[in-house]
T-cell receptor, first 114, second 111 residues
Framework: GAVVSQHPSRVICKSGTSVKIECRSLDFQATTMFWYRQFPKQSLMLMATSNEGSKATYEQGVEKDKFLINHASLTLSTLTVTSAHPEDSSFYIC??????????FGSGTRLTVV | EDKVVQSPLSLVVHEGDTVTLNCSYEVTNFRSLLWYKQEKKAPTFLFMLTSSGIEKKSGRLSSILDKKELSSILNITATQTGDSAIYLCAVERGGSEKLVFGKGTKLTVNP
């Protein structure tokens, strides 16, 4: 199968601090991973496409300096929310594509900024 | 602008009922349509549809794509309380591997 592990599952941080979320493909190599954000009762909104060994591609309206993405290896992508504010509170989900298995999602991270 | 629209947004049924969820799309360079079930956390994969008119089945769930109408339906027969979830429809664009999601249909199955 294709398993994607994401952690932490839940994090509460103070306004102004930074938070790092990790996304790992456990049993396959993922050259491309995707980061989504989901607000309550809303759909998943693609934030950026993370490419191993190169810069991430951000969707329109997503601040690249605020949401730092690093894809240093074929099995790990990280999203760092810098200088977090309450409006950044949301559910963040990563996914990876493995052609034979389609898109596999991580379990998501509930970020609360207080 | 690419768009995926799901209907209804919310549905409440009783156990044993059959439900049909709808998804329509306007996407440049369509590659495939996917259905996911989302309970409390991450979406879990249900179906990937690429060809029109071919029904895919998995137990009580089935889905079919109509490329002429730019739409898909997801059927669930003999619903159970465990089917309660948000069902997401997503369309993959060719050449980019990006998914465009609909807002989802929240299904509640009451005993």
């Amino acid at each position: 199968g294709a398993v994607v592990s994401q952690h932490p599952s839940r994090v509460i941080c103070k306004s102004g601090t930074s938070v790092k979320i990790e996304c790992r493909s456990l049993d396959f190599q993922a050259t491309t991973m995707f980061w989504y954000r989901q607000f309550p009762k809303q759909s998943l909104m693609l934030m950026a496409t993370s490419n191993e060994g190169s810069k991430a591609t951000y969707e329109q309206g997503v601040e690249k300096d605020k949401f730092l993405i690093n894809h240093a290896s074929l099995t790990l992508s990280t999203l760092t929310v810098t200088s977090a504010h309450p409006e950044d509170s949301s559910f963040y989900i990563c996914s990876a594509l493995r052609r034979a298995y389609g898109y596999t999602f991580g379990s998501g991270t509930r970020l609360t900024v207080v | 602008e690419d768009k995926v629209v799901q209907s209804p947004l919310s549905l409440v049924v009783h156990e044993g009922d059959t439900v049909t969820l709808n998804c329509s799309y306007e996407v440049t360079n369509f590659r495939s349509l996917l259905w996911y079930k989302q309970e409390k956390k991450a979406p879990t994969f249900l179906f990937m549809l690429t060809s029109s008119g071919i029904e895919k089945k998995s137990g009580r769930l089935s889905s079919i794509l109509d490329k002429k109408e730019l739409s898909s339906i997801l059927n669930i027969t003999a619903t159970q309380t465990g089917d309660s979830a948000i069902y997401l429809c997503a369309v993959e664009r060719g050449g980019s591997e990006k998914l465009v999601f609909g807002k989802g249909t929240k299904l509640t199955v009451n005993p």
